[in-house]
Structure formats: structure tokens, C-alpha cells
């Protein structure tokens, strides 16, 4: 399928907004208002939807393409929210992820979307998205193909493993093993969980 690479999803979605106004702006407007106050990094909605690599909202107002010298547009009967997504594993276990996850932030997103009023639940979101996806054509996944999980703790020893080169240059032998080994024990390798980046996070605190 072009949607996937290896466990990686590609989700890609055109969801159709109601021509209308609330009485001073147009319902696209306020979707796009909406979606540019979304909190970015670690407040981001998208943190709270397990195992997501990539997301993105915008609003699509007309079509553009080349036609001889010049540049045509094609006027949508439409606004189209867009929402695409790359994530590791299956669609609908993701999308019941950010239902059940994130259902507040996803009201208020898709609260313009045409029949959108008619989502009630994890399911009615799962069928919903369908109905409005295309296919991801030459998707691209520039993950490893692994759990979010554990891309952030990889990223995390990562770091944290190049703070600890850089903090122990020049150490005798006897005491960089003995601080290796305080390190790996600080670190946790097999654990996924702590410590490790969390979702949205930018920056690490420092070990040393």
C-alpha cells in the first residue's frame, strides 16, 4: 500500500468545511484562527496521540497548476481542512488513539467540517477520517521504523551519552569506567519510559 512503509503509516486527509459564517466570520476562518493558536512543542494536542512521528493542519483554499506560461487556479466548492499524519502502526488503532486521547482538541479542530456533528464516538471518528482520506502517494517515512518510545529514548541516550563524553574527557581509566557505569544505571537502557524525551520536547535537560 502507498500509505505505509514497513510499520509506518502515511495518513493523508481532505475534510470538506461548511460554507457559513457564525454571524461575523466565516467558519474557515475560524478554523484557521483555531488551528494557529494550537500550542506548539510539548503543549501540542499531537503529544497527547500515542506513537505519532508527524502531524500538520492547514486550511486548503483553491487549487493551483501550471497551464502553458501562466499559473491557473481551480476555485474549491469548498475550504478544506487538511490534516496530515505520519505514525507508527495501524490507522485505526491511531485514530482511536487521538479520539481517546485528544477528543476535546479534535471537536474543536474538526468542529466545522462538513457532518462533522454527526462524530459521537472513537468509531465515528475512525469512519469519518476514512471517508475524507487519499491515498498518500511516494510516502516517504523518515522515522526507523520503531515506536515512538523508543525513537525517544534512542534520542534521549543520544544525548545524554555525548554529554557524558564531553564531561569526562581526559579522565583516568579507573574513574571514567566507574562513571560509565553510574551512567548506564542513571539511563536505563531498557527502560522506555523514564528517563527519556518526552513528546514535543525540544530541549534536554542537562546531565552534568
Not at 466548492?77 to 505520519?86: A, G, I, M, R, W
Not at 522515522?143 to 534520542?155: G, R, V
Not at 555525548?162 to 569506567?177: D, I, T, V
Not at 537502557?189 to 528517563?195: G, H, I
Request: glycine share 6%; with cysteine.
Amino acid at each position: 500500500m502507498a500509505n505505509t512503509f514497513g510499520q509506518s503509516y502515511g495518513l493523508t486527509t481532505l475534510c470538506p468545511l461548511i460554507n457559513g459564517t457564525d454571524g461575523h466570520s466565516a467558519f474557515d476562518k475560524l478554523t484557521r484562527h483555531h488551528i494557529q493558536r494550537l500550542a506548539e512543542d510539548e503543549g501540542s494536542p499531537f503529544t497527547k496521540v500515542p506513537n505519532t512521528y508527524f502531524a500538520r493542519l492547514f486550511i486548503l483554499n483553491d487549487v493551483f497548476f501550471q497551464q502553458g506560461n501562466s499559473v491557473a487556479r481551480d476555485h474549491l466548492k469548498s475550504k478544506y481542512l487538511v490534516f496530515t499524519s505520519n505514525f507508527h502502526g495501524d490507522l485505526d488503532t491511531y485514530l482511536r488513539g487521538m479520539w481517546n486521547n485528544a477528543e476535546a482538541d479534535v471537536r474543536a479542530i474538526w468542529q466545522y467540517a462538513v457532518a462533522f456533528d454527526k462524530v459521537q464516538s472513537a468509531d465515528d471518528f475512525v469512519a469519518y477520517i476514512k471517508k475524507c482520506q487519499l491515498t498518500t502517494s511516494l510516502f516517504f517515512n523518515g522515522s526507523n521504523d520503531i515506536s515512538l518510545a523508543e525513537q525517544l529514548k534512542s534520542l534521549y541516550v543520544k544525548q545524554a551519552f555525548s554529554e557524558f563524553a564531553m564531561a569526562h574527557q581526559g579522565k583516568p581509566a579507573a574513574e571514567l569506567r566507574a562513571a560509565f557505569s553510574e551512567f548506564l544505571a542513571r539511563v536505563q537502557l531498557d527502560n522506555l519510559s523514564t528517563p527519556s524525551w518526552q513528546p514535543g520536547q525540544t530541549e534536554l535537560t542537562s546531565m552534568y
